[in-house]
């Protein structure tokens, strides 16, 4: 590295300032107008690991895996134009889910701006409503303060995505940095370090010990201000039970006896019959999302609602909100503790009615019990994958979008924060296989499970060719192969007459394929064979592909139609449940 | 219902964009938006008259934009509101006179007077511009343009970010919902 003094070029720059925000790894491809950023790079490979994707929108997810699984901020890489564009997914994903990440994209000549140059795209201006911000740098000498502030934008407050795009000049330019900035961000406040409102503390305490039929709604906002040790307390030193959104999971023990499940269109019956049963709705951190809340003038009729956010404009967007809480939740949820007595009396007949409405339910749930069929049920994978995990401990779990998704949110038991990483807000498929590439990174010494579909995993499986090339042994694949878009098969028999118009789907050979890439392939089509081949891919010192060939046409239970109020499940394909009857 | 928000902003490249774009991609009605320089170097000012059921939800998504420094919303306080409208009316000379008349009685100036037409310029309360182009447009409108809204509050209450106020962020007033459903 060059000394403080000396003039050095701003790809040389931008390098280190990465290293002072402490990154040591990026994803990316190169091109021309990102090329003197990648000249830069090997004088500081040994601080600032770069890893080649072979697809923009798999860096871009690989980072977003990362940062996810590591509490840290994602870093990924892109020449101008189509590099950029590429990158748009991964960054609406981000923005879509408050991943923390920061983009950097080569942008053309300064002088050429505005010409429609070879590979000019104005991606600052396409990317404007889906980042937290953006830059646009034509002057080496402004790096040093957009990239501590990109980071600090990317980092704090509500997280996501920040992109920077840095013309080919700037990055050659040279210019003796000044690191002693000052962030000039007058409009922009963390919302963490806002002041906790007593007042509001005190009446949310209020109303949590007048309820009869409280429940507390955990969100990301627990894991990613980890705060689900104070969680935990409010929840036992309270009685109140607990249900966790999709991107919840992890935040609060699921073998917790306080602990319900997930509510929402794939939630359990008893979960979203407490929610419309409950007379306080304690949210923390997550966002009323219509998955969650379904038709949302009928969520929660009979619930006062306390909403935790650190974002003020999620509060009072989607559902009327008793108490406004604005901050981080770890902090403001301190401040709670301090106010509850240690000794407000657990609501526990409350409790129980719930856990009697889980009994009356979950028998009639199908999808938990195997039919008598020879075929594999995708829930015989998930049975075995589930003792694994407990058995062994030290994994992380990355889901792709679909069936497969909502079954391993379902009947998984996530247990610790960030050791379920799905795409939530978007609903990206493509990205868990190069998302479990981001957190292989970030946890070399866990086993990383991929949950994916047939059909998402042919949209990015070029990444096994990152993989290989970095080496990575930790990744395993279970593929959920149903031969279907699986979730819009299942809308389009449930609501639309078996019209399978554009699902059915064909694939490779999948174990030949993983092969080709150097990943052991394994194929499964018996219910027996499928604890052995997990334990084979948890052992295998490398990377493995286990190609489960599942029945074709299994189906998510419950499900809660669209436009429909949650209390309103499917929980076969016959059969509705009807909206639940208070009796007291 | 409308509301009249002021905006102060940061003055940087695609400020302007970052803040029209939102107003597109949520849906809120744009009746009326005026941007300029403050009296700050470096702030600029809106003024934003929107068409919105939950004006809280559209100040707070205007607050996240990084350039925001403060939003107000002065529907319901003490404001001046003003509007500058250029109008160039088709007159025969015979029907000159009366035209002239007509801008002099509702406050408009005539700043130019052609042998066909007169361009007007009125700046007044909105409600007194389309009064004005109302009772102008049987003469015949051949051009028309009007500055939006401009907005400040009566008395000393000034909407500034001032020298000594930075940091200046939007404060919500009222966080909690007053009609709490509770109960
Ligand atoms: C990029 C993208 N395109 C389309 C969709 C719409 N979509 C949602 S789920 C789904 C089917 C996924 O199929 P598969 O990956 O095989 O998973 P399965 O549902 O069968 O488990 C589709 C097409 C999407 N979410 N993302
Ligand atoms: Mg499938």
Redesign the interface.
């Known amino acids: 590295m060059s000394t403080t003094l000396e003039a050095r070029t701003g790809a040389q720059i931008m390098c280190e300032a990465l290293i002072r925000q402490g990154v040591e790894v990026m994803f990316g491809i190169p091109g021309g107008a990102i090329m003197p950023f990648y000249h830069a790079m090997p004088e500081y490979a040994d601080r600032l690991r770069h890893v080649l994707c072979r697809h923009e929108q798999g860096a871009g997810h690989a980072a977003e895996g990362y940062a996810r699984a590591s509490g840290r901020v994602g870093v990924c890489i892109g020449t101008s134009g189509p590099g950029a564009t590429n990158l748009v997914t991964p960054i609406a994903d981000a923005w879509m889910d408050s991943t923390p990440l920061v983009a950097i994209t080569g942008q053309v000549h300064s002088a050429l701006i505005g010409t429609d140059a070879f590979q000019e795209t104005d991606i600052t201006g396409i990317t404007v409503p889906i980042t937290k911000h953006n830059y646009l740098v034509r002057h080496v000498a402004d790096l040093p303060r957009v990239f501590a502030e990109a980071f600090h934008l990317a980092s704090t407050g509500r997280p996501g995505p920040v992109l920077v795009d840095v013309t080919k000049d700037a990055q050659q330019a040279t210019a003796v940095p000044e690191w002693d900035v000052t962030l000039d961000l007058p409009g922009y406040r963390d919302d963490r370090e806002r002041a906790v409102d007593h007042d509001a503390v005190r009446e949310a305490v209020r109303l949590l010990q007048r309820a009869r039929r409280p429940l507390i709604l955990a969100g990301n906002g627990v894991i990613q201000s980890g705060a689900h040790a104070e969680l935990r307390t409010l929840a036992e030193r309270t009685g109140i039970p607990v249900i966790t959104t999709l991107h919840g999971l992890g935040a609060f023990p699921q073998d917790h006896p306080l602990s319900l499940g997930m509510p929402g269109m794939h939630g359990w019956v008893h979960v979203n019959r407490a929610i419309q049963e409950c007379d306080v709705l304690f949210n923390i951190g997550s966002r009323f999302d219509d998955r969650v809340t379904g038709k949302v003038s009928a969520f929660a009729p009979r619930a006062a609602v306390i909403h935790l956010d650190v974002d003020p404009s999620e509060i009072g967007k989607n559902v009327r909100t008793a108490v406004a809480l604005v901050g981080d939740a770890r902090r403001v949820l301190r401040v709670l503790l301090d106010e509850l007595p240690a000794c407000a009396p657990p609501p526990s007949a409350w409790l129980a009615r719930i856990r009697a409405m889980q009994e009356v339910h979950e028998p009639r749930q199908a999808y938990r019990r195997r039919p008598d069929t020879p075929v594999l049920m995708p829930h015989d994978v998930y049975a075995a994958l589930n003792a694994a995990l407990a058995a062994r401990g030290s994994y992380r779990v990355v889901t792709d979008v679909g069936q497969h998704q909502m079954w391993a949110a379902q009947l998984l038991d996530w247990r610790r924060p960030r050791t379920h990483i799905t795409s939530g807000g978007s609903g990206t498929m493509g990205f868990a296989v190069p998302a479990a590439l981001g957190a292989a990174i970030a946890c070399p010494d866990e086993t990383i499970w991929v949950v994916v579909g047939d059909g998402g995993f042919q949209m990015t499986n070029q990444e096994l060719a990152t993989i290989q090339q970095e080496g990575i042994t930790n990744v395993k694949i279970a593929l959920i192969n149903n031969g279907y878009l699986g979730m819009v098969r299942q809308w389009q028999e449930l609501f639309e007459g078996r019209r399978y118009s554009g699902t059915p789907l064909s694939g490779p050979s999948f174990t030949r394929l993983a092969e080709a890439y150097g990943v052991r392939g394994i194929a499964v089509d018996t219910v027996d064979a499928v604890p052995g081949a997990i334990a084979e891919a948890w052992d295998h010192p490398g990377p493995v592909l286990i190609d489960f060939r599942v029945e074709r046409e299994a189906n998510v239970f419950p499900i809660v139609p669209q436009g429909k109020s949650i209390g309103e499940m499917l929980v076969s394909a016959d059969r509705a449940e009807e909206p639940p009857c208070l009796t007291h | 219902m409308s509301h009249t928000l002021i905006v102060l902003?940061?003055d940087r490249?695609?400020v302007l964009?970052?803040a029209v774009?939102?107003f597109r991609?949520r849906g809120y009605n744009i009746e009326s938006l005026t941007v300029g320089h403050s009296e700050v170097p470096g702030v600029s000012r809106m003024t934003a008259v929107v068409d919105a059921k939950?004006v809280?939800?559209v100040i707070?998504?205007l607050?996240?934009?990084?350039?925001?420094?403060t939003v107000s919303d002065v529907t319901n306080v003490p404001v001046v509101v003003r509007e500058t409208a250029l109008l160039k009316v088709s007159v025969t000379a015979d029907a000159q006179a009366a035209l002239l008349a007509v801008g002099a009685e509702l406050g408009a100036r005539a700043i130019d007077v052609g042998p066909s037409t007169v361009v007007f310029e009125l700046t007044a309360e909105p409600w007194a511009v389309d009064e004005f182009i109302a009772a102008v447009r049987p003469y015949g409108i051949r051009e028309l343009m009007r500055s939006g809204h401009l907005a400040m509050r009566c008395g000393a209450t000034a909407d500034t970010?001032g020298a000594a106020a930075?940091?200046?962020?939007f404060q919500?007033d009222g966080?909690?919902?007053p009609d709490?459903?509770?109960?």
């Open positions: 902003l940061h490249p695609g964009h970052r774009s939102l991609r939950d809280e939800q707070r998504q607050s996240r934009i990084v350039e925001v420094l970010v930075a940091p200046y962020y919500a966080m909690s919902d709490s459903v509770e109960g």
